[in-house]
């Protein structure tokens, strides 16, 4: 089962330098990979330091956090195969559906990190040594993600916080942080 899920998976990146290499060129334009906020324009960015979830590749991840090979009887699994019709559709659009992208991968990575946190926090592997290293290196980081994720949870729309013609007025409408909801 293919685990890219057609909105430019990193891995997929090798693909476009091998075809471009193919091709005679001798560069690619790869647009700001960073966590976007308007309308997932890369040059709209929530944080310049935060890659943008939806360009993680499935296919890597999954390498890493099952190293044996992903169990064909395990949640993952099942919920792969149950929507490889939606991603077969994502992938003959000729726009990218981040919104569709996004319902499709997040109950994917919830997925992965109850499995990573049972198979690896759990036992201290050497997996969960290297993310526990990387969290605590990387704290400042870390202290950033609940905005991100708020404004995910109360705001995954784009087009309902520019409702009204107001697309001018990003702070409007639930950007700005100090009137979302306690």
Request: glycine fraction near 2%; charged fraction near 30%; hydrophobic fraction near 40%.
């Amino acid at each position: 089962k293919p685990l890219e899920i057609a909105i430019g998976d990193v891995d997929t990146t090798y693909l476009a330098v091998d075809l471009s290499a193919e091709l005679g060129h001798k560069y690619i334009q790869i647009p700001p990979l960073n966590l976007s906020t308007a309308f997932n324009s890369p040059y709209s960015y929530a944080s310049y330091l935060v890659m943008n979830y939806l360009y993680i590749s499935l296919k890597l991840l999954v390498e890493r956090v099952y190293p044996a090979g992903l169990p064909e009887e395990s949640e993952l699994s099942r919920r792969l195969e149950a929507i490889q019709p939606e991603i077969e559709e994502l992938r003959i659009k000729k726009e990218v559906d981040y919104k569709k992208a996004n319902e499709l991968k997040v109950p994917l990575f919830k997925i992965i990190w109850q499995d990573f946190k049972r198979n690896h926090l759990d036992r201290d592997t050497d997996l969960a040594k290297d993310f526990t290293a990387y969290v605590k290196k990387n704290k400042d980081l870390m202290d950033r993600l609940p905005y991100l994720v708020l404004r995910d949870v109360y705001f995954p729309d784009d087009a309902q916080v520019f409702k009204d013609d107001i697309a001018h007025q990003p702070m409007v409408n639930g950007w700005d942080w100090r009137i979302w909801p306690v």
